[in-house]
């Protein structure tokens, strides 16, 4: 088992990021095993699921999103990566968009 200060230190995060992710705003991503008083333990897998929440979050997945990957199979769990990439090309369209707006603008100003 893995202390959530252990936790916040090995993964870079917060205390509160923790909490968020064990509430239901949070959809129970990642809850605690075990909280006594001297803290909170997780599961040995943590450190991996919360890297993963990490790079989902990159990529643009919502917490819902995320919290229905993690109860996935594996064939879901690729689907739903499938899925996100046409999401990731409209958002790079509208960005390259926007950068060009951005030059025209400046070209203008001159």
């Known amino acids: 088992m893995i202390s959530r200060s252990g936790l916040v230190k090995q993964c870079g995060v917060s205390k509160r990021t923790l909490e968020h992710y064990a509430s239901k705003a949070g959809y129970y991503i990642l809850v605690p095993v075990r909280t006594d008083t001297v803290g909170c333990w997780y599961q040995d897998d943590a450190v991996d699921i919360l890297e993963n929440i990490k790079k989902l979050k990159n990529v643009g997945f919502s917490l ?40 025209q603008m400046l070209e203008e100003a001159k």
């Open 64 to 103: 819902r999103e995320i919290s229905q990957y993690e109860n996935s199979s594996e064939d879901v769990r690729h689907q739903m990566l499938l899925k996100q990439i046409p999401v990731l090309d409209a958002r790079i369209s509208r960005v390259v968009k926007q950068k060009q707006y951005l030059e």
